[in-house]
């Protein structure tokens, strides 16, 4: 697990960045229109959920609205639904029906920051955990997320997820 956690903290502060090569991230342009990705879950108590996700983006010139549809590994479904708002060049506000308020999106270059609350029981019991997510356009045109979980302030766990165009 330590191994796990080491890895994941390189990557989540930028150690051996992408090439130059790799273009700027637009995200209006990368996620319009239809995107899949694959990924996994794995949290400090051994629980890892891989899963794939059909991604519909639409762009309607102010907010890009991203619906994804969620199959894991057990058979489980989930319909999660984005929206991303445009503030300016490299600035969106960012909403999804499980975030508690709203997120920040950061983007310069090819990466893309920011970071959310969510209830992951959305029963009577809360369950809040923060995501710290850092999206990297590569080279090869894929998008890599990686996302530290952490619940007050420690990390819980860690999801990585592989965007690409079909």
Do not use: C
């Amino acid at each position: 697990m330590r191994t796990l956690l080491f890895t994941g903290l390189l990557a989540f502060v930028g150690l051996g960045t992408p090439s130059a090569q790799a273009r700027d991230l637009v995200l209006e342009q990368f996620f319009a229109g239809r995107t899949v990705a694959e990924g996994t879950f794995s949290a400090i108590n051994g629980v890892r959920r891989a899963f794939t996700v059909d991604l519909d983006g639409r762009w309607n010139g102010q907010v890009l609205t991203l619906v994804e549809d969620f199959r894991f590994a057990d058979g489980e479904t989930d319909r999660k639904t984005w929206r991303f708002e445009k503030l300016g060049p490299g600035s969106y506000r960012g909403t999804r029906e499980d975030v508690r308020g709203e997120t920040q999106v950061r983007v310069k270059g090819n990466i893309a920051t920011f970071s959310y609350l969510v209830d992951l029981d959305p029963g009577a019991e809360e369950n809040l955990v923060r995501f710290h997510d850092r999206m990297v356009l590569r080279g090869d045109g894929t998008v890599l997320n990686t996302a530290w979980v952490t619940k007050y302030g420690f990390p819980v766990a860690l999801t990585r997820v592989e965007f690409r165009r079909p």
